[in-house]
């Protein structure tokens, strides 16, 4: 489980395919802290940790993670955002966040506002139930809220520092990233589907 709030960023140091997975080694000051097995976002994606060496770790995603969100497109020398799982005992800053990535969604508008950036990205339209008004939305691991919200897009605003410190600063309009809706709000959705 994780909160949505980036610790650090990674860059993709090497992409190996092995049968049908890809196994990503990524560099970041991050991989002194962490230890083999452990849970890690990846752009919101949970993976877990397979090797570490001084600041380079290891993880595999599987073909269906590949298929279902846009790890089947990272390359070497791309930004990936990290964040370690949560701690049970501290401050849940974000929302809760899984690391299952529910679709894929494209950028449609960067626009610097003053200081600040607004971002629009656009998702399947089966997904428009779970996409409100000042609700939470985990994009690319990043907790945001979700407003301008039709059936098929929403905007985001964004302060500097969140800027400044994920790969929000390297996307640009038409790329594609990960989005997972908020989980109570999955909850509400499947209970009322399963009562009619």
């Given amino acids: 489980m994780f909160t ?8 993709i140091e090497e992409v190996r ?9 990524i560099r970041s000051t ?28 290891q993880v595999t995603a599987v073909s269906e993670t590949l298929s279902k969100t846009n790890a089947g497109e990272w390359r070497k020398g ?17 929302h809760l966040v ?17 200081g600040s950036w607004l971002f ?3 998702f399947p339209e089966d997904f428009a139930p779970l996409v409100i008004e000042k609700g939470s939305i985990a994009v690319n691991g990043i907790s945001l809220t979700a407003w301008n919200v039709t059936k098929i897009s929403f905007s985001v605003a964004v302060i500097p520092y969140t800027y400044k410190h994920t790969n929000l600063k390297d996307l ?3 790329d594609t990233v990960n989005l997972e809706f908020d989980m109570v709000g999955k909850y509400i959705s499947r209970i009322s ?4």
């Fill in 4 to 11: 949505g709030i980036i610790e650090n960023e990674g860059i």
């Fill in 30 to 57: 991050l991989a002194r802290e962490l230890k083999v097995d452990q849970s890690l976002a990846h752009n919101g994606i949970c993976l877990t940790v397979e090797a570490l060496s001084e600041d380079v770790f």
């Fill in 17 to 25: 395919e092995n049968g049908g997975n890809r196994m990503f080694l």
């Fill in 172 to 174: 640009k309009t038409e």
């Fill in 120 to 122: 629009e990205f656009r």
């Fill in 78 to 94: 791309n930004r990936l955002n990290l964040e370690r799982a949560m701690l049970v005992n501290g401050r849940l800053d974000g």
């Fill in 98 to 114: 899984q690391g299952h990535i529910d679709t894929v969604g494209s950028c449609s508008k960067v626009e610097e506002n003053n």
């Fill in 193 to 196: 589907q399963c009562i009619k």
